[in-house]
Every structure is written in C-alpha cells, then in structure tokens.
C-alpha cells in the first residue's frame, strides 16, 4: 500500500532541529520502507530549525535536508557554546556591577562625589 509514494519531513524552529535530527537517523540507520523500495526518496526541509549538530555532518546529508533560516533568526544560530559565551558575558557585567556599585556607595558614605 502507497509504495510509490515518497516522504517528506518537515519542522519549523524546534520542529526544525528534530527535523534535522531524524534525517540524520534515517540516513545512518534507513528504515525498512526506504530499504525495501529503492525507488522511494526522503527529503526533509528545516525553517528556521534549532541548532542541533555540528557543521562537521553537514556533507552527510547531501541533497537530502534544505535548511532556511531567515534574516538574523536568533534560534539557528543559539548553541550550547554560544549560550555558555552569553552567560560568560553576563556574569562578567555583574560583576562589573558589582565593583561600580561598590565604589560608589563607599564614595558616598566616605562624602566623596
């Protein structure tokens, strides 16, 4: 039944990561529907998809995954490394904060302006 149709995967920002995510798996590991017809074809097309694999795979997928990302889309290029960059960055303004915050209050108390 329906063998000659062929699949299409498709997902838009987290859908999109997971979208990446299965095609990887179905080109590692094909699933029996894909294996018993090899006339049958899987695209699968991410919008706007979640960062989820290095750029190292990206010649596994070959003609098989299109990935658009729109303008300045924050969610593709937000990773793991570049989240912990943020809060590296965050921190370093607290603390920064802190110290400017400090010195003035002691240059009030002290009557200094």
Excluded at 38 to 62: C, H, M
Excluded at 74 to 94: D, N
């Amino acid at each position: 039944m329906f063998n000659d149709y062929n699949f299409v995967i498709g997902g838009h920002s987290l859908g999109g990561g997971m979208t990446t995510l299965l095609t990887f798996l179905m080109l590692i590991h094909p699933p029996s529907f894909l294996k018993k017809n090899p006339q049958r074809t899987f695209k699968a097309f991410s919008y706007g998809g979640a960062s989820v694999l290095s750029n190292e795979f990206s010649d596994i997928f070959g003609d098989v995954l299109k990935s658009v990302i729109c303008g300045n889309d924050l969610i593709p290029r937000l990773s793991y490394a570049s989240v912990q960059e943020i809060c590296k960055m965050m921190i370093g303004l607290q603390n920064l904060q802190v110290t400017f915050f400090k010195k003035n209050i002691i240059r009030c108390v002290e009557g200094r302006s």
